[in-house]
């Protein structure tokens, strides 16, 4: 195997270059291909068609000054804090407690999971008909007795992104918790040992010595959750279509409108730029260390 | 309840020792202030992450007097099947008016292409990646994976021009593609990491036999690595299914996935706001992937767990 019998080097090992043809066209077309021309083109004027017409940063400084993107980005800060928060705390506590030797582990897991298997549409609206101010919660615990309770996050702009994040924790807890649970069983029977054996109290365990063993699945973790942030859309378009007004808009679903709805290409282009940005600044040093310092792949 | 402490192996070392007394952790009552806090706590929990999945089939039951009179929450007085049929056949998005029936059998269509299409190119990718490695391949391979961090935004637009430029877009074909394409990533790296995995001996001695590229693929890999296959299917059947964005974007009206019709039909503005048929289109939408869910148990959180955390 060593010695390449033929000389042409481009046909050697042929049926595995003819097998990664589709990686291939997809790498270099769609992923670095289609990125570059969307880069390209959020320098031009492009409205209803993409046109090589350079006007330089001018939709950046448009986008920057459009009410409703600074909107999105300021919920897409909320959400994003939220989630991350709640999501790594709840999928910890919960993976924690299933970690416990307990009985019906399995019944458990598939509970809190199960919801990570319905799609962001659904997930929305049922959190819709659930924070329903007329029938839903709000309704009911007032008729409990307690009049004045106001719980109606989905027609109150100051809060809306906040009803959004309960649904999206809902929906994607079971997975950190999941995530957790595999790192949790990771880690060797003997450091619990010896943590008991000295008398350490069990929270202090986790917190001194588990989490920061656990220091690669919560990297992972935050990768996962934080590239999942950026992206949504779904959720917000079944829950609240954006509103009440602007106020639970969000940057996707800004790039989605302006492409195809306001035929505003530049625009949509200038927005989706900025997206990848926020994601390259995640990414980048997590793949530097990922793929970057040794050569592992 | 956790007495397995009990039923602990001793160490040869503590045989000696226990005649001289108890040893080993004080064995726990069943309902220590440990146990009712560790169960109370996950009990309450689960009920909350049921409460949604129960209130969507209780409201999908009652009419829509019963829905304005009680609470959200009280199991149906009269059971109807009603809003279940209405939803499936007779729901309104826009024009026309055949229900979410319509949406399934795009979503049909377009999931079970996908699926096959997809984990055929990944899998074949990944053995390449793994039994055949040629120059350059993980240069590739490296960018594929880091593609599919790029937010969806980014491309879709490129994909747009593609599609229109050899005629797919708006189709069933072209959606499928797209699906071919954005499932690579994940299904490359499950696959490539599932074929290093296996025993390299294996493979040599195949190709001792003389046994070429395709041959090991059909006649070894493929056979001994059905579980992935599973976890690959389980993984795309839930994940195109439930997609939403490539749906609206690369579709139109009478080809829309299920997903995008439900949408359009609980969020539609005119008419007057039936909540039971909405909530039964609902779970019609969230039938598949749940039964794929429940059925495919242990298998579903392998599929997740490999997909996002690599290795």
């Known amino acids: 195997m060593s010695k390449s019998e033929r000389p042409n080097q481009l046909f050697r090992n042929l049926n595995a270059k003819v097998a990664s043809i589709p990686m291939i066209l997809t790498a270099l077309v769609v992923f670095v291909g289609g990125t570059a021309w969307t880069v390209l083109y959020s320098f031009t004027n492009s409205k209803l068609l993409p046109r090589l017409n350079f006007i330089g940063l001018d939709q950046y400084y448009r986008l920057w000054s459009t009410p409703r993107w600074l909107v999105s980005i300021e919920n897409l800060l909320i959400y994003g804090v939220l989630s991350l928060v709640f999501s790594l705390v709840i999928g910890f506590i919960l993976a924690a407690l299933l970690d416990q030797k307990i009985r019906f582990e399995d019944t458990f897991r598939t509970i809190f999971l199960y919801p990570f298997a319905l799609s962001f549409i659904v997930t929305g609206l049922v959190w819709q008909w659930l924070l329903n101010p007329d029938f839903g919660i709000q309704r009911v615990v007032r008729e409990l007795g307690w009049e004045s309770f106001s719980f109606n996050p989905l027609y109150d702009s100051s809060i809306v992104i906040y009803g959004i994040s309960i649904a999206a924790l809902w929906q994607g807890t079971g997975l950190i918790m999941c995530l957790m649970l595999a790192g949790l069983r990771g880690i060797d029977e003997d450091i619990w040992k010896a943590a008991r054996v000295d008398g350490i109290p069990m929270w202090k365990t986790y917190l001194f010595i588990i989490i920061p063993m656990m220091r690669p699945v919560f990297i992972t973790t935050l990768v996962i959750i934080a590239s999942g942030i950026v992206k949504v859309y779904d959720l917000v378009v079944a829950q609240t279509s954006g509103g009440p007004g602007i106020a639970s808009e969000v940057p996707a679903k800004y790039v989605y409108d302006y492409m195809f709805f306001a035929q505003n290409l530049g625009q949509g282009f200038a927005a989706s730029t900025m997206m990848l940005l926020s994601v390259m600044i995640v990414i980048v040093p997590w793949a530097y260390l990922e793929f970057g310092g040794r050569k592992r792949v | 309840m956790s007495d397995q402490a009990v039923s602990l192996p001793l160490p040869p070392a503590t045989i000696g020792r226990e005649a001289s007394g108890p040893s080993g952790p004080k064995p726990r009552h069943r309902f220590s202030r440990r146990n009712i806090f560790l169960y109370g706590t996950l009990i309450v929990v689960a009920l909350y992450y049921l409460l949604p999945l129960y209130v969507m089939v209780v409201t999908s039951l009652k009419g829509m ?69 040629f120059k350059g391949a993980d240069t590739f391979f490296v960018i594929l994976i880091v593609g599919a961090f790029i937010p969806y935004q980014v491309m879709i637009y490129p994909i747009v021009i593609i599609l229109r430029e050899i005629g797919l877009y708006g189709s069933l074909s072209g959606l499928v593609i797209v699906h071919s394409i954005f499932g690579m990533p994940i299904l490359t790296l499950l696959f490539r990491n599932y074929f290093s995995s296996m025993p390299e001996e294996l493979f040599r001695a195949a190709r001792v036999d003389g046994a070429g590229f395709w041959g090991i693929y059909l006649r070894i890999m493929l056979p001994m690595s059905l579980p992935i296959f599973v976890v690959a299917v389980i993984l795309q059947v839930t994940g195109i299914w439930n997609d939403f964005l490539f749906g609206v974007v690369y579709t139109r009206p009478d080809t829309y996935p299920m997903t995008v019709q439900l949408n359009n039909i609980v969020n539609s503005v005119q008419g007057v706001k039936e909540y039971n048929v909405n909530m039964a289109a609902t779970i019609l939408t969230g039938l598949v992937p749940l039964i794929v869910y429940f059925l495919s148990g242990k298998l579903f959180v392998r599929g997740i767990a490999a997909g996002a955390v690599k290795g």
């Open chain 2, 65 to 133: 007097p019963e829905i304005r009179l009680g609470n959200i929450f009280s199991p149906p007085l009269e059971i109807t099947f009603e809003p279940w049929v209405k939803a499936w056949s007779k729901a309104c998005t826009g024009l026309n008016c055949d229900g979410l029936s319509r949406g399934f059998w795009n979503s049909v269509r377009i999931t079970v292409p996908s699926v096959i299409l997809s984990i055929a190119i990944a899998s074949v990718n990944g053995y390449a990646l793994a039994n055949w490695r």
